[in-house]
Nanobody, 121 residues
């Protein structure tokens, strides 16, 4: 089985910074990509940032220039550095991994449990 464990959420004032971490563990053959999504109350879950195994990244327009996604392939960990936070960044942030488990021929989507980020004005 594969698990994703997130950490780093919390309460911060507008203009502040937070760093989220997500570690994938378990029976992993390879990781295609890892990403961060977020879901605010009453809204749909949206992609925030994604990084592939080769290092290619993409970001939601709303976070470009403020957030940076990075990945440590040796530890199967993905990070989201969030700077210049705004109240509208308040949401539950979820880690997602496109992961090929051992004995599988294709990747499976795995999700973390989510971590709350609250930005006060």
């Amino acid at each position: 089985q594969v698990q994703l464990g997130e950490s780093g959420g919390g309460l911060v004032q507008a203009g502040g910074s937070l760093r989220l971490s997500c570690a994938a563990s378990g029976s992993i053959s390879s990781i295609i990509a890892m990403a961060w999504y977020r879901q605010a109350p009453g809204k749909q879950r949206e992609l925030v940032a994604r990084v592939t195994s080769g290092g290619s990244t993409n970001y939601a327009d709303s976070v470009k220039g403020r957030f940076t996604i990075s990945r440590n392939n040796a530890t199967n960990t993905v990070y989201l550095q969030m700077n210049s936070l705004k109240p509208e960044d308040t949401a539950v942030y979820y880690c997602k991994g496109d992961i090929i488990p051992h004995y599988y021929s294709d990747y499976v989507d795995y999700w973390g449990q989510g971590t709350q980020v609250t930005v006060s004005s």
